[in-house]
């Protein structure tokens, strides 16, 4: 994946494009309730290639800003990660100004941590930008001070993933030669909301024991993500997307996250019929 983009103008500006990559969840056990209030998980981030686009350029004004396109964001530009990041440095390093400029292709609320992935990728680039020099061992702290995904993000590869979503392990997943759809439909799942309908279950045997021991033609089987039960009375869509994709030769299908996209795993070429049953959602395709 292309994830960095650095441009000198003619008046020996730097321009900073990045790529905030999305991801999936593989699996989602919620084991217990910690005393912050936040939750301990067990999941697998996969990264793919569904990308927004972040530009950073020296403020002609010399004002901070930042503007956003494409697909609308849920909050107001001020609560956005990418200020906080700004924000973040800017108390520490009292930075020059900036225009960061964010086009949203990812849709929110849809379990992709298309949010995270954006204050990722500008805590990098910002250090890029400024030749901060920071290391990755506090890139990673900055972002697990925005949100508990955006560790991830600071260098995304398949991992699994514990805690809050913070700790990590290296995880073997031979998945290259298959083929992956996403499809988001026109619905944002509240987190607080999912994760309040939840029943944690520590009491189980754990994801990496699950996955060591089975081919992903078993998955659908063993592979669960927490949230599929929580929230079917709800959102009944999700088992009527997982039917039909599972009917037309997915080998695995599932809630990403909290949802609320449905993806699919394929073997082999994804059946033209998936996009006319989904005429009416965002679709990404892709391999693994």
């Given at each position: 994946?292309i994830y960095?983009?650095?441009?000198?103008?003619?008046?020996k500006?730097?321009?900073m494009?990045?790529?905030p990559?999305?991801?999936?969840?593989l699996?989602l056990?919620?084991?217990s309730?910690?005393n912050?209030?936040?939750?301990?998980?067990?999941?697998v981030?996969?990264?793919i290639?569904?990308n927004?686009?972040?530009?950073?350029?020296p403020s002609?004004n010399?004002k901070?800003?930042?503007?956003?396109?494409?697909?609308?964001?849920?909050c107001?530009?001020?609560?956005n990660l990418?200020v906080k990041?700004w924000n973040?440095?800017n108390?520490i390093?009292?930075l020059s100004?900036v225009e960061i400029y964010?086009y949203?292709?990812?849709?929110?609320?849809?379990?992709?941590?298309?949010?995270?992935?954006?204050a990722?990728?500008?805590?990098?680039s910002?250090n890029?930008?400024?030749?901060?020099?920071?290391?990755d061992a506090?890139?990673?702290?900055?972002a697990d001070?925005?949100?508990?995904?955006?560790?991830?993000?600071?260098h995304?590869?398949i991992?699994?993933?514990?805690?809050?979503?913070?700790?990590?392990?290296?995880?073997?997943?031979?998945?290259?030669?298959?083929?992956?759809?996403?499809i988001?439909?026109?619905?944002?799942?509240?987190t607080?909301?999912?994760?309040?309908?939840?029943k944690?279950?520590?009491n189980?045997k754990s994801?990496?024991?699950?996955?060591?021991?089975?081919s992903?033609?078993e998955w659908?089987?063993?592979v669960?993500?927490?949230?599929?039960?929580?929230?079917?009375?709800?959102?009944?869509?999700?088992?009527?997307?997982?039917k039909?994709?599972?009917?037309?030769?997915a080998?695995y299908s599932?809630?990403s996250?909290?949802g609320?996209?449905?993806?699919?795993?394929?073997e082999s070429?994804?059946?033209s019929?998936?996009?006319k049953f989904?005429?009416n959602?965002?679709?990404w395709t892709?391999?693994l």
């Amino acid at each position: 994946m292309i994830y960095f983009v650095i441009v000198v103008n003619f008046a020996k500006n730097i321009i900073m494009i990045c790529f905030p990559c999305a991801k999936i969840n593989l699996g989602l056990q919620v084991t217990s309730k910690r005393n912050d209030g936040f939750h301990n998980i067990e999941t697998v981030f996969i990264p793919i290639a569904f990308n927004d686009v972040l530009e950073i350029v020296p403020s002609e004004n010399g004002k901070f800003s930042f503007s956003t396109y494409g697909l609308k964001i849920s909050c107001d530009n001020n609560d956005n990660l990418c200020v906080k990041a700004w924000n973040l440095y800017n108390n520490i390093y009292k930075l020059s100004p900036v225009e960061i400029y964010l086009y949203k292709t990812i849709p929110s609320g849809a379990g992709l941590g298309g949010g995270s992935s954006n204050a990722a990728f500008a805590l990098k680039s910002l250090n890029e930008f400024y030749h901060l020099n920071i290391s990755d061992a506090t890139l990673k702290k900055y972002a697990d001070n925005l949100g508990s995904d955006c560790p991830f993000f600071i260098h995304p590869e398949i991992i699994l993933a514990r805690g809050k979503g913070e700790i990590f392990e290296h995880i073997d997943l031979n998945i290259s030669k298959f083929k992956l759809i996403v499809i988001i439909p026109d619905i944002q799942i509240n987190t607080s909301l999912a994760y309040s309908l939840v029943k944690p279950d520590a009491n189980r045997k754990s994801l990496k024991k699950i996955l060591s021991e089975i081919s992903i033609k078993e998955w659908k089987h063993f592979v669960v993500n927490d949230f599929e039960t929580a929230l079917k009375d709800l959102f009944p869509y999700i088992a009527e997307y997982k039917k039909f994709l599972y009917d037309n030769g997915a080998v695995y299908s599932s809630l990403s996250g909290s949802g609320s996209a449905v993806y699919g795993i394929f073997e082999s070429d994804i059946p033209s019929d998936i996009f006319k049953f989904f005429n009416n959602c965002i679709i990404w395709t892709g391999k693994l």
